[in-house]
């Protein structure tokens, strides 16, 4: 898995004060352009799922955002509403390529839960070849979060296929299932993380995708902060432009030791400069900007 291994915050601290990113980066950066006129006005992104990232006021906390990841299962209708004012897209977490304990669909997950997720205490990867696990996931998991009034979903380990090839037929059915879920009603969007060089068969049915570790790499093991390799970086924006070409909506994720200094600097400038829509935050979400970084128009 690439970076965070996954956007996963339940078991995180409360959220640290917000600290204040560069308002813009280079000054030649391009954006994806989706066809949909909703994702093509997306010039900021937050991930707002770090423990206790919905409460309180949201939409004061999102107000300098165009389109939020919130957890699916957590949110309340009624913060899904108060962060959709104003056009916000709001969308749902959901990991369909592990199977978490903490989840209230734990119990009916248990059975299709594989080896322990070594990085994620508490989490297991996901047998998608069994048909139950799939009609669990889409629906019933994915019909309750829809049904809190989200603009769609954020699908997380859809890449875990990498290192298990033999859910591919599984997940990627999943992925479509999902699609079809979202299609049902009014227009809603399907997004995933990662996975560039294995989640090939699925881009045509997602709407936006998200790369993690652009221009950082967090050492699990270490605990600590850096900045990616050449080659990952290189491979990263290559992925990110990728993406683009293809009419998804690109955003880049990093995570840094604090919320100033160089390391976020070069990560807005690097993301903008593949076309993607910049966030910067720590390992666990917990910071979120109170000033989005956003690439400049010039």
Not at 27 to 38: F, I, L, T
Not at 215 to 243: E, I, K, N, Q, Y
Request: hydrophobic share 45%; charged share 25%; aromatic share 6%.
């Amino acid at each position: 898995m690439n970076g965070w291994q996954g956007c996963r915050v339940p078991r995180i601290a409360r959220i640290a004060p917000a600290a204040a990113l560069p308002a813009c980066a280079a000054a030649h950066a391009a954006h994806a352009a989706p066809q949909d006129p909703r994702l093509a006005a997306v010039r900021t992104f937050a991930f707002g799922i770090g423990d206790g990232a919905p409460s309180g006021d949201v939409a004061a906390r999102f107000r300098d955002y165009d389109l939020v990841i919130v957890d699916g299962e957590g949110v309340t209708p009624a913060q899904v509403r108060r962060l959709r004012r104003g056009g916000r897209i709001v969308l749902g977490y959901l990991s369909v390529g592990t199977v978490e304990e903490y989840r209230s669909w734990y119990p009916r997950a248990r059975a299709s839960a594989m080896e322990p997720y070594a990085d994620w205490p508490g989490e297991r990867f996901a047998d998608t070849s069994k048909a139950g696990y799939r009609t669990l996931i889409a629906g019933s998991v994915a019909p309750a979060m829809l049904r809190k009034g989200l603009d769609g979903l954020f699908l997380d380990n859809v890449d875990m296929v990498r290192e298990h090839p033999a859910q591919r037929a599984g997940m990627f059915r999943l992925v479509r299932m999902l699609r079809a879920r979202l299609d049902a009603g009014r227009r809603r969007y399907l997004f995933a993380q990662n996975g560039e060089d294995v989640i090939g068969p699925v881009l045509p049915v997602l709407d936006g995708w998200n790369r993690e570790d652009v221009s950082t790499a967090h050492d699990f093991a270490a605990a600590s902060h850096g900045p990616a390799t050449a080659g990952d970086r290189r491979a990263a924006v290559a992925a990110l432009r990728r993406m683009g070409r293809r009419g998804l909506l690109v955003t880049a994720t990093d995570s840094t030791a604090d919320g100033t200094g160089n390391a976020v600097r070069v990560a807005v400038r690097t993301a903008c400069g593949a076309g993607a829509v910049p966030f910067v935050s720590d390992i666990g979400l917990r910071r979120i900007p109170a000033t989005a970084p956003r690439c400049s128009r010039s």
